[in-house]
């Protein structure tokens, strides 16, 4: 009898957790808030993730309107493009994108871009932590005349 009211109450602490997680997360924005500054006539470089890996006709939906692609990352469901910023919003009213970031460089010290690339001040406003949690730096190559290798 003990263990059963036990796991309801795990049960129902795990749904009310999910809930709110779902809520919160479902309000995210599809654009970096980085590229919230970008003029409209300004071309940025962004990166952008799709439910599915870039195709011929997500490119043309990008060069059509004046982007370039750059490159695909298929391994993350992504493009690499050339874009004006006043289409940024109009690129994350699609359905396939979920996420637009600026393409920028990744080092060592680019720590300061990290907690708005991941909005990071919502998680730790609903009380996430690091504790457990692993991390995955997915690079485009290396450079092997680089000092530090």
């Known amino acids: 009898m003990a263990f059963h009211t036990a796991m309801r109450r795990t049960y129902k602490y795990f749904l009310f957790t999910a809930m709110v997680a779902a809520v919160a997360f479902a309000a995210l924005p599809k654009i970096s808030r980085d590229l919230d500054a ?29 982007g370039k692609h750059k490159g695909d990352l298929s391994a993350i469901k992504s493009g690499f493009y050339s874009i004006q910023g006043g289409l ?15 393409d920028r460089p990744v ?5 300061e871009y990290a907690p708005t690339a991941v909005n990071a001040p919502l ?27």
């Open 123 to 149: 998680a730790w406003a609903i009380g996430a932590d690091a504790n457990n949690v692993g991390v995955a730096v997915i690079d485009s190559g290396i450079n092997a005349q680089h000092p530090d290798l």
């Open 38 to 66: 970008a003029k409209a006539d300004e071309n940025v470089d962004v990166i952008v993730q799709s439910s599915e890996a870039p195709t011929p006709a997500q490119h043309e939906r990008i060069t059509g309107k004046g």
């Open 107 to 111: 080092s060592a010290s680019s720590y």
């Open 88 to 102: 940024l919003r109009e690129l994350a009213d699609n359905n396939d994108v979920i996420y637009i970031s600026r």
